[in-house]
């Protein structure tokens, strides 16, 4: 059954409302230095899947405007609050998150300004590759067995989520210079 647009209360939006409300307590279970955590690595794998079914729940019974708000918002507060968390901890480097935090900042003023022109600006393939490549580098660096014996596993993802920042921001960014960007659709107001 299709949902309305303007919808508040359905499923999808309740499991990232869900994942926004567990997110401190993720924050809160990352451990100091680098010996990972089966308890931060299962909450992570669990708040990391749960935006595929989200995601998976609003394509099959529609997508409204408070889910296109809400599900970005919870990526963003998971993802860097988690790659943040690991900063404090010694674990990640600052350099790469603090770009990959100014990209999403861009990113989300971009989309906003986008946004009171009547356009909505769907995630790119690149950006959908750099939020995987992001949470498989805090997961592997939580899980126990990658946390110390392959941490050029994760650093790699890491550096790779970088890359896919750059790459995915500048896209936006062109573009935005061409006109109404490829798969955006524009609203009446």
Do not use: C
């Not at 955590?37 to 998976?56: E, K, R």
């Amino acid at each position: 059954m299709p949902v309305d647009p303007n919808a508040l209360a359905t499923w999808a939006n309740a499991i990232t409302v869900g994942r926004l409300l567990l997110s401190p307590l993720m924050f809160l279970v990352i451990p100091d230095g680098t010996s990972g955590s089966w308890v931060a690595f299962w909450l992570w794998f669990a708040l990391s899947a749960s935006d595929g079914i989200d995601g998976w729940i609003a394509r099959r019974h529609g997508t409204t405007r408070s889910g296109a708000f809400l599900d970005p918002l919870a990526d963003k507060v998971l993802i860097l609050g988690a790659m943040f968390t690991l900063v404090s901890r010694g674990v990640f480097w600052i350099v790469p998150v603090v770009i990959i935090a100014a990209r999403e900042f861009v990113i989300s003023i971009y989309r906003t300004v986008v946004g009171t022109r009547g356009t909505t600006m769907p995630a790119i393939r690149s950006a959908k590759y750099k939020t995987l490549l992001q949470q498989l580098a805090v997961g592997f660096a939580l899980l126990p067995l990658t946390a110390l014996d392959a941490t050029w596993l994760w650093k790699a993802l890491l550096w790779g989520a970088v890359v896919l920042a750059v790459v995915s921001g500048a896209q936006y960014l062109v573009r935005s210079r061409v006109g109404v960007p490829d798969g955006a659709t524009t609203h009446a107001m």
